[in-house]
């Protein structure tokens, strides 16, 4: 029973980000939200969710979450994610701790992404992937 409450609130948190981007244009759309893990790990498995590392590639290479494309922060962010990712995608964006991640989501919300954000990063999901 605990599974289909996580699952429904994983659900109405991607209606949420569908639902905020109608009616909105590109770049006037300025919010993200922020997950823990466990409901992360339940969004990034639809096929219209794109995952984004947002780390250098060094820390990609160290390890990454499955299906991750890597396109560092510190780089031309938004021009690389509008010339290779569809408008009607929502990004779930992670970093090694958050904090970049929450940078990266805003800029991309900005430019009219739906985005979702790990919150605690890659650290919060390895600790994820151990407890269960």
């Known amino acids: ?27 006037t759309q300025t919010s993200y939200h922020s997950l823990d893990a466990a409901t992360f790990a339940m969004l990034v498995e639809d096929s219209m969710v794109v995952v984004l590392d947002v780390r250098s590639p060094q820390k990609y290479a160290e390890g990454h979450l499955a299906k991750a ?7 031309q962010l938004e021009q690389i994610v509008q010339s290779s990712i569809d408008i009607s995608k929502t990004l779930a964006v992670y970093c090694n701790r958050g904090r970049s991640s929450k940078l ?23 600790r994820y992937v151990n407890d269960k």
């Open 1 to 27: 029973m605990m599974h289909c409450g996580k699952l429904l609130t994983a659900m109405a948190v991607v209606m949420a980000v569908a639902f905020s981007a109608l009616g909105q244009t590109a770049g």
């Open 69 to 75: 494309i890597n396109i560092p922060i510190d780089g």
């Open 104 to 126: 990266a989501a805003s800029r991309l919300a900005a430019i009219g992404y739906s985005v979702i954000e790990l919150d605690g990063g890659f650290l919060e999901w390895q």
